[in-house]
């Protein structure tokens, strides 16, 4: 009773997590037992007791450590799989950055929330500009509700209540170089650029190049549909975008060619700036506005931009845990068919010269792709007696005595497989053990007919 009363003085805000920790300790007291009724009675009980104000007052202060306590147990849970993902010591790191996000549009805002759920301790939000309806194709937060609202108030509120541990300072104002120390002050550990505008954008690369602030920046992202061409590489490695072009130009005056980190598309792009109509330009005039490039619109969708913004995050997270974003081994590429159809190949001369199985026979039966599934999907590129593997793995046929077919091959190493080739029957040589794992392994092979040479 008495734990209840504290529980009830903390704020409502934490109500919901708190209901959870509740129910899950009380799971865990109960284990093994079937969870009674009774307990979603008590937590009904526990939210609205939260929410009274008269009895709140009372146990506030008593309750400061425990709510202290509990908060902690709440974020550490909030956490868990972060933790578990970067292990203890990557996870420290996160949590102890100060990162700061110049520009809050369609590459901006997801890129913030990743940080945010990852639970940085700090986030610096800088942009000028208000939600506007137009841009809710692509905000990945913003709702209708907040049109008219400044980003990068609407984005701390947002971010408050996924989780109030993280730190948020809302800038709304342009980012320019002549204030570039103060919107960048306080040692921040990563600035991630998503500005739109090359002019200011080159005066924050710089800046950060010239302070030794770790920077990542994004090219344009708006007019390509293509993920597929999405990369993040040194400056000095991409080439093309336009955006990119004017970048990198007007980087090269400020004696800067490489040491920047950039998200860039390498896909040609598809659309154009729109023209303003008559009527567009009829206001403008009366407003006294000369048309310029700022007043056309561009098209944007979008995903492209979302997965700049992610992407962007996810070197961040890795580069503050301390884990390499490319791992040298993974640039490999998969086997390409050939590999297959050698195999194939090896395997029809086999069952040639030991059981007289004419080519024809075999490849109405089967092809590359087929072999591919085998040896991979069902082998996983290992020998099915020894699980080794070894250059020069072959195909044989798994029991001589029945017909061959997609379900009975087996993959094996060459020394295997000579021993193999000579058996009258598979009872000969294997194990009992052995003869009952590769027939259930074999038994899951779906036979079709030839999947054909191409995917
Ligand atoms: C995460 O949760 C699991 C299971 O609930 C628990 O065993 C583990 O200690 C937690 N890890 C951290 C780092 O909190
Ligand atoms: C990405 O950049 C690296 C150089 O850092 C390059 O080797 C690779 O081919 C690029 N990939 C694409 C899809 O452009
Ligand atoms: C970029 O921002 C500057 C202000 O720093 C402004 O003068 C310029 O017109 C902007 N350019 C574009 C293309 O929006």
């Known amino acids: 009773m008495e734990n209840k009363l504290l529980i009830a003085g903390i704020g409502a805000g934490i109500g919901a997590a708190v209901t959870y920790l509740t129910s899950s300790m009380k799971k865990r007291k109960s284990f093994g037992t079937p969870v009674k009724d009774e307990d979603h009675e008590e937590n009904s009980k526990l939210i609205k007791m939260d929410t009274d104000d008269t009895n709140t007052k009372h146990t506030v202060k008593e309750s400061l450590n425990l709510d202290q306590m509990l908060r902690e147990e709440i974020f550490n849970e909030q956490m868990n799989r972060t933790m578990l993902y970067y292990g203890e010591e990557g996870f420290k790191k996160i949590r102890g950055a100060f990162v700061i996000v110049v520009g809050l549009g369609g590459v901006g805002s997801p890129a913030a929330h990743t940080l945010v759920r990852s639970g940085v301790r700090k986030i610096r939000l800088i942009d000028p500009d208000l939600v506007t309806l137009s841009s809710l194709n692509r905000n990945a937060l913003a709702q209708r509700k907040d049109v008219g609202r400044s980003k990068v108030e609407t984005m701390k509120a947002y971010f408050h209540d996924i989780c109030p541990e993280v730190e948020v300072e809302a800038y709304q104002t342009f980012f320019t170089g002549d204030l570039s120390e103060k919107l960048l002050a306080g040692e921040p550990d990563y600035v991630l650029d998503c500005i739109d505008n090359t002019t200011t954008k080159v005066e924050l690369l710089t800046y950060c190049h010239t302070n030794k602030i770790r920077v990542i920046s994004a090219f344009g992202a708006g007019s390509s549909s293509d993920p597929t061409k999405i990369n993040i590489t040194d400056i000095s490695y991409t080439f093309g975008c336009n955006f990119g072009r004017e970048v990198r130009r007007l980087l090269k005056v400020n004696g800067i060619t490489t040491g920047i980190l950039c998200v860039y598309s390498t896909e040609a792009h598809r659309k154009k700036l729109i023209p303003l109509t008559e009527q567009e330009l009829e206001i403008l005039k009366e407003q006294e506005v000369k048309p310029t490039l700022r007043v056309r619109t561009l098209g944007v969708s979008m ?36 590999e297959y159809t050698r195999i194939f190949k090896l395997f029809i001369k086999k069952e040639m010269a030991i059981y007289h199985t004419p080519p024809t026979h075999l490849r109405k039966m089967m092809g590359a792709v087929d072999i591919r599934y085998l040896v991979d999907d069902i082998f996983a590129g290992k020998s099915i007696v020894s699980m080794s593997t070894s250059p020069n793995m072959i195909l044989y046929r798994w029991r001589p005595e029945n017909p061959i077919a997609l379900n009975n091959i087996v993959y094996l190493t060459q020394k295997e497989g000579e021993i193999h080739e000579s058996l009258k029957s598979v009872e000969s040589h294997y194990s009992p053990q052995d003869i009952e794992r590769i027939d259930k392994i074999l038994s899951q092979v779906v036979v079709t007919s030839n999947s054909g040479d191409r995917q």
């Open 303 to 338: 995903p492209i931009p979302v997965i700049f913004g992610t992407s962007m995050a996810c070197n961040v997270l890795n580069d503050l845990a301390g884990i390499p974003t490319v791992v040298a081994e993974e640039k490999r590429t998969p086997p390409p068919l050939t």
